[in-house]
């Protein structure tokens, strides 16, 4: 059974930074593409960065730049480091396995966390 934990969410100002993980249950992340995903209130669950089991990376336009996915030395650890936070960037964010094809597009993914709250302040 594929789980996924994340953790690292919390409150900060704009333009500080963040650091989220995810924990992928067993050989997860070396079978399956890694997402995160975010949604805030009254809005839709969108992509943010992926990472493809041989390591290329996929961005939304909104946070190249600022955002940046990895893989620890872990096989299941990976992080989204985010930098340059801005109040836009507030909502729950999501990790999630599948995405073969089209890495920031949710319905590719059948495997989800619970997620982690991220709130910036302006």
């Known amino acids: 059974q594929v789980r996924l934990v994340e953790s690292g969410g919390g409150s900060v100002q704009a333009g500080g930074s963040l650091r989220l993980s995810c924990a992928p249950s067993?050989?997860?992340?070396?079978?399956?593409?890694i997402g995160w995903f975010r949604q805030a209130p009254g809005k839709e669950r969108e992509g943010v960065a992926a990472i493809a089991t041989d390591g290329s990376t996929s961005y939304a336009d909104s946070v190249k730049g600022r955002f940046t996915i990895s893989k620890g030395n872990a096989e299941n650890t990976l992080y989204l480091q985010m930098n340059s936070l801005k109040s836009e960037d507030t909502a729950m964010y999501y990790c999630?396995?599948?995405?073969?094809?089209?890495?920031?597009?949710?319905?590719?993914?059948?495997?989800w966390g619970q997620g982690t709250q991220v709130t910036v302040s302006s």
């Open positions: 067993g050989h997860t992340a070396s079978r399956y593409c």
């Open positions: 999630a396995a599948g995405g073969w094809y089209r890495p920031l597009l949710q319905s590719e993914y059948p495997y």
